[in-house]
């Protein structure tokens, strides 16, 4: 703690270096050429010697304009669109000043494109976004692996879990909606979604109350695309590559806009075969013997996924919209793996066993949405939401165990087979309501309800004398019935222009069931918790700014958690439910500091009953090591976080992420309590390279330390990834080369380590390699600029209305 205390103390004081360097106020305003003022227009501030932006804003409805800056040169720039653009003349910054009045003339506007550049990652308040399709090493890419590029977001692939800053507990938003994607499925669904649909991917560390309280770290927002243009148009994407097999993503999106209807849909399709390695041992004493155990398996895996997603929007009057959305996708992922298990004692050779193992998940999905907004007026608006999800996963598994002694000679075989079939239907009803009674306050409120169901049928057989015998202790069926009731009140004042609170209280009662046709019922549970929210936000000056932030979060057990089931590794290695978990809460404080384009940030979160996925554990009767999901006794966390851009040349611009969590945490294997702490740091560095008007490229890299996955601990990794574009006119498309993990680094290397409770674990997992990737991206249709709509049915209300899953 000492030296994180240091860190930031050497932070703090670097910061207040910079904020306290002199600067005057550029005033002024924007006009069109018959005299009337220009609001809405652009207005940037840049460096005379190589026109560096310095700052921008835009006007006011009077058209005037308010910057700020360090002493220097420097000239204004005004811009809209269906203007030229307007210069002032260079000018010396050492006083407040007064400009002359920039004048706009109107421009014809026929085929215009507007093409803008935005930084990979922009810091918000409450937010990260991470800017998609700006990123040449993003195409080609899945959802998945843009997340693992991510400061601070850590991905398991093997037990399905995603973190932020140390905190686990995520839930994925598709456009702002809530997808209710099972956990089970998340990462096979974020894998098969392609980045070339994705505009930004948005994780939101502190969320408002009108949103769900599931999730101890927050949501990643998934903003797909979505053209505004009159007319049809879209784009596809069709991208190649090796790694140590074949890899491919491909895409194709549309929109339809004439009148009162809008028609939107997308469609992807990719395919990865990329072999994967993955080791499992433990060691422990039996009888005064040393015993271990250790498997080493070799998967020729497969992964296919088919994703679609359509719908339409029409305007039944000026003050009300209606949106229907239609989604589905088809993801299968399929191994064979050959696998070779040993066993010693007293490091001498006891027997050996080969595996051969055949896995199927096959995940699919339709989900419908419907959806009206009106609005009352321009500060009051109404907003139903009415969605059925469904899912269902097939997960058949084949063994064939050959057994030989510690001198390989053959002694027997054994074939057996697991199926584990798993509907999951969710229905959804949702109401919320805004209203602004002044200027300075806007009220939110609303409710919601959540029913699920869920059907676990798990089997596990033995093929005995040509017969299939079933194991009576691994086969089980369980069903889940959950309902969650919510609502919430959040008010947003602002006491000047400088100083705004945002508070808000969410309550929701949650409903779960959970019956077994071997044991009954195993979990009964009724319980309501409150949660609030608040924000305080202080503007010192136009380019310095202080947030300080409370939240209270809920994770809930997953359905495939609480299900009692099994999946066999080898003969000794299970995955298994755990029926009795419990929800785990959490309180967190954020202040941040935000300085132009920099944010420094510290957060505390104090978590109880932290649910801690693919936790080991022995199971000293049988020797089995068993994975499963367990609460921990509690999780605090420190994270200090720093991001900046800077700008070393004209042509070239990095974006620098910094991230320091201090944790620690308390659990328990069986009865023994077990305390643990860590200080883990992220690095991430994006470099982007402008070589021309039409080539680019971009070179990143990110080091994560090791790090805790409940009382496991894994050491650090790292990857980088380099890419180069080339741009083929206005209409030729672009062409992307991208190279993934350089150096063949990224893998998870780490385990168990409970000397007292003499458990030792050592495990690896690899599913990526290095990737070679060709991709290329085209518009086609209408490319005109679409005309703007009333405000009442204006473009951010028409976002609101695409929802997924």
């Known amino acids: 703690m000492c030296k994180l205390t240091t860190t930031l103390c050497v932070f703090l004081l670097f910061l207040t270096d910079v904020f306290s360097q002199v600067e005057y106020t550029i005033t002024g305003n924007v006009k069109t050429a018959n005299g009337e003022a220009l609001p809405f227009a652009n207005i940037l501030l840049l460096k005379q010697i190589d026109s560096t932006l310095v700052e921008g804003g835009i006007t006011q409805d009077d058209g005037s304009y308010k910057l700020s800056g360090v002493p220097g040169d420097y000239l204004l720039m005004a811009?809209?669109?269906?203007?030229?653009?307007?210069y002032s003349k260079n000018f010396s910054l050492n006083e407040n000043l007064t400009m002359p009045s920039l004048v706009l003339n109107e421009e014809l506007l026929d085929e215009v494109q507007i093409e803008g550049t935005k930084p990979l990652f922009q810091q918000k308040m409450d937010r990260m976004i991470i800017n998609v399709e700006n990123s040449i090493i993003s195409a080609g890419s899945s959802a998945l692996e843009i997340l693992e590029r991510s400061p601070g977001v850590l991905v398991n692939r093997q037990n399905n879990s995603i973190s932020i800053l140390g905190k686990d507990g995520v839930a994925i938003m598709i456009n702002g909606k809530n997808s209710y994607v099972p956990v089970a499925t998340l990462i096979q669904m974020l894998e098969g979604m392609t980045s070339d649909n994705i505009v930004s991917i948005e994780l939101i560390t502190t969320p408002p109350s009108n949103l769900d309280a599931?999730?101890?770290?927050?949501?990643?927002?998934?903003?797909?695309?979505?053209?505004?243009?009159?007319?049809?148009?879209?784009?596809?994407?069709?991208?190649?590559?090796?790694s140590n097999d074949f890899l491919t993503t491909n895409s194709i999106n549309f929109n339809y806009r004439k009148g009162k209807l809008n028609l939107f849909g997308n469609?992807?399709?990719?395919?990865?075969?990329?072999?994967?390695?993955?080791?499992?041992?433990?060691?422990?004493?039996?009888?005064?013997?040393?015993?271990?155990?250790?498997?080493?398996?070799?998967?020729?895996?497969?992964?296919?996924?088919?994703?679609?997603?359509?719908?339409?929007?029409?305007q039944l009057s000026e003050k009300t919209i209606m949106g229907i959305l239609l989604t589905a996708y088809d993801n299968r992922w399929s191994m064979y793996a050959e696998n070779e298990n040993i066993n010693t004692r007293n490091s001498e050779i006891e027997s050996f066993i080969y595996l051969k193992n055949h896995e199927i998940n096959h995940w699919k999905h339709f989900g419908a949405n419907f959806n009206i907004s009106h609005d009352f007026t321009d500060e009051k608006s109404l907003v139903f939401n009415l969605d059925y999800l469904y899912y269902k996963d097939d997960n058949p598994n084949d063994y064939k165990n050959s057994y030989f002694d510690e001198n390989v000679v053959f002694e027997a075989d054994t074939i057996s087979r697991s199926t584990k079939l798993t509907p999951i239907k969710t229905y959804v009803g949702a109401l919320d309501y805004k209203t602004s009674p002044n200027e300075e306050l806007k009220i939110e409120t609303g409710l919601k309800l959540t029913t699920s169901n869920f059907e676990n049928d798990v089997a596990v057989e033995e093929?005995?004398?040509?017969?299939?015998i079933p194991d009576p202790t691994l086969t089980n069926k369980s069903y889940l019935d959950e309902s969650i009731y919510a609502g919430y009140f959040s008010m947003e004042y602002q006491f000047s222009e400088n100083t705004g609170i945002k508070a808000g209280l969410r309550y929701e009662f949650t409903n779960s069931e959970?019956?077994?046709?071997?044991?009954?019922?195993?979990?009964?549970?009724?319980?309501?918790?409150?949660?609030?929210?608040?924000?305080?936000?202080?503007?010192?000056?136009?380019?310095?700014?202080?947030?300080?932030?409370?939240?209270?979060?809920?994770?809930?057990?997953?359905?495939?958690?609480?299900?009692?089931?099994?999946?066999?590794?080898d003969p000794y290695t299970f995955i298994s439910g755990n029926a009795s978990l419990q929800p785990a809460l959490s309180n967190s404080v954020k202040y941040s500091i935000n300085y132009r384009s920099s944010v420094l940030s510290v957060e505390y979160t104090n978590e109880d009953n932290t649910i801690a996925n693919f936790q080991e554990r022995l199971d000293e009767e049988t020797g089995r090591l068993i994975f499963e999901a367990n609460n921990l006794d509690y999780?605090?966390?420190?994270?200090?976080?720093?991001?900046?851009?800077?700008?070393i040349t004209k042509w070239w611009r990095t974006q620098n992420n910094l991230n320091y969590v201090y944790q620690k945490l308390r659990g328990f294997y069986y009865e023994d309590t077990v305390e643990l702490s860590l200080g883990i740091y992220f690095i991430n560095n994006i470099n982007s390279f402008k070589i021309s008007e039409t080539w680019s490229a971009e070179l990143s890299g990110f080091y994560n330390s090791e790090s805790f996955f409940g009382t496991a601990k894994y050491d650090a990794f790292y990857r980088?990834?380099?890419?180069?574009?080339?741009?083929?006119?206005?209409?030729?498309?672009?062409?992307?080369?991208?190279?993934?993990?350089?150096?063949?680094s990224f893998e998870f290397n780490g385990g168990t380590n409970l000397p007292e409770q003499d458990l030792k674990t050592q495990n690896l997992f690899d599913f990526s390699a290095r990737t070679f990737l060709l991709t290329f991206t085209f518009n086609f249709g209408n490319r005109k600029l679409k005309s703007s709509r009333n405000r009442e049915t204006g473009a951010e209300a028409e976002r609101r209305r695409v929802q997924e899953q």
């Open 79 to 86: 811009s809209m669109i269906g203007y030229k653009p307007s």
């Open 214 to 242: 599931e999730g101890n770290a927050g949501f990643i927002n998934i903003i797909l695309k979505e053209r505004t243009d009159v007319g049809l148009n879209g784009s596809a994407s069709l991208s190649a590559g090796y």
């Open 267 to 314: 469609y992807s399709y990719s395919l990865n075969e990329t072999d994967q390695i993955i080791t499992v041992s433990r060691e422990y004493t039996e009888d005064g013997d040393s015993v271990g155990n250790s498997t080493y398996s070799d998967r020729d895996a497969r992964q296919e996924n088919h994703n679609i997603r359509t719908g339409l929007d029409y």
């Open 463 to 468: 093929l005995i004398n040509n017969s299939w």
């Open 514 to 569: 959970l019956d077994t046709d071997t044991q009954g019922r195993v979990v009964d549970r009724e319980y309501g918790e409150f949660f609030p929210t608040l924000y305080l936000n202080h503007n010192l000056n136009d380019t310095l700014s202080m947030n300080l932030s409370y939240s209270r979060r809920i994770t809930r057990p997953t359905f495939n958690d609480l299900a009692p089931f099994v999946i066999l590794f």
């Open 635 to 647: 999780t605090r966390s420190l994270a200090v976080s720093l991001g900046f851009p800077w700008r």
């Open 720 to 744: 980088v990834d380099s890419g180069i574009s080339k741009k083929f006119g206005e209409n030729g498309g672009t062409l992307k080369l991208t190279i993934r993990d350089i150096f063949d």
